[in-house]
């Protein structure tokens, strides 16, 4: 049996999203965490431009945890540079963006992945094998909403994105998979109030309304202004309904409910936890099934063309709840 050497990995943003990668790499058995853009991470090297880091000849491959407008350019960058490529989701904030990611992902043959790493949570994934039972998908809702703290606190940028590239990029992916099928249009509005008067531009809430080239539609909500004395951070509901069953998910709670003096929470697990010491949960398996990809040079459950989409969609809904029109995609 041939023995693959480890995967050298270099980290790109060191922010939340940049250690929740760090901590998950470093617990692979077949990586090294190299390298890092910014910030000390553990005894990887530190490069204050992601160029330089890309150039080093330290890595195989880069995990991108940048905001969300800067994707594009690393990943071209480092597709171009013969590494592979995780990176957060949304794939990018542009579908041109998006198109010469994937053109240049494609040319370079790197195994490339957008982390969208629901398909990898348990409930989403039984309800993928279960679609068969529900027959062809008819409508569907999904629900991705957050407290307040998120655009106020927890991210810097929140006015360099919104509420649907931060949240409903998850569940667009989502449905699209369970429906195995592309949206072909939607209608999208957006209400802003709150936040602009925190002197933060971006919507308070947006609600999509999407049509799917088999004629399935879907509703995506997000949001992100709820009290931060909501007992969970994220408020998340998906239901499908088919031509012969329906699916429903509320992963509000996750099995554990914690009540102290201070506040009653039920606290998240299926995304990520620790068990032992041990990173575990739906986003650990998301990013080892990249490395693993990447080391044996297998297409990833989720395509590049495929979160390009998702950009699309995304893209369209913006242009749609400027315009107030519905917007057909290409």
Same mark, same amino acid.
């Given at each position: ?17 940049? %250690? ?27 490069? $204050?431009? !992601? /160029? ?6 330290? *890595? ?43 053109? #240049? ?13 629901? %398909?990898? *949570? ?15 998908? *008819?409508?569907? !809702? ?33 449905? $699209? ?8 249009? *939607?209608?999208?509005?957006? %209400? ?17 309304? #999407? %049509? ?9 909500? $997000? ?37 102290? #003096?201070?506040? !009653? ?17 739906? !986003? /650990? ?8 990809? #990447? ?36």
């Amino acid at each position: 049996m041939t023995h693959l050497p480890k995967l050298r990995v270099g980290i790109i943003g060191a922010g939340i999203m940049g %250690r929740g990668h760090a901590e998950v790499l470093t617990a692979h058995p077949d990586v090294e965490l190299t390298a890092v853009s910014r910030s000390p991470l553990g005894e990887a090297a530190v490069y $204050s431009d !992601y /160029r330089d880091l890309i150039a080093s000849g330290t *890595v195989d491959a880069v995990s991108i945890t940048t905001p969300d407008h800067l994707h594009a350019d690393m990943m071209v960058a480092a597709a171009r540079a013969g590494l592979h490529i995780l990176v957060e989701k949304p794939f990018t904030t542009t579908v041109a963006d998006a198109d010469r990611a994937v053109a #240049a992902i494609r040319e370079a043959g790197v195994i490339a992945m957008c982390l969208f790493n629901h %398909r990898w *949570v348990p409930a989403y994934a039984q309800a993928k094998q279960q679609m068969e039972l529900v027959g062809e998908p *008819v409508v569907g !809702y999904a629900r991705k909403d957050d407290t307040i703290y998120v655009p106020t606190e927890m991210i810097r940028w929140a006015d360099q994105t919104s509420c649907a590239w931060f949240l409903s990029s998850h569940d667009i992916d989502l449905l $699209s998979w369970l429906y195995d099928d592309r949206v072909v249009e *939607v209608f999208a509005t957006a %209400r802003h109030g709150k936040l602009r008067g925190m002197g933060i531009e971006t919507p308070d809430a947006m609600q999509i309304q #999407a %049509r799917f080239s088999r004629g399935a539609v879907a509703t995506f909500e $997000s949001a992100w202004i709820y009290p931060n004395t909501f007992p969970t951070m994220v408020d998340s509901y998906v239901t499908v309904v088919g031509e012969d069953g329906v699916i429903q998910l509320d992963r509000q709670k996750e099995n554990i409910q914690v009540a102290t #003096a201070k506040a !009653y929470a039920y606290p998240r697990n299926m995304l990520q936890r620790v068990v032992h010491g041990v990173p575990a949960g739906a !986003y /650990r398996d998301a990013i080892h099934h990249f490395v693993d990809c #990447a080391r044996t040079g297998t297409e990833p459950l989720i395509s590049v063309e495929s979160s390009r989409d998702v950009t699309a969609v995304l893209a369209a809904a913006h242009e749609s709840a400027r315009t107030g029109l519905p917007v057909r995609l290409a």
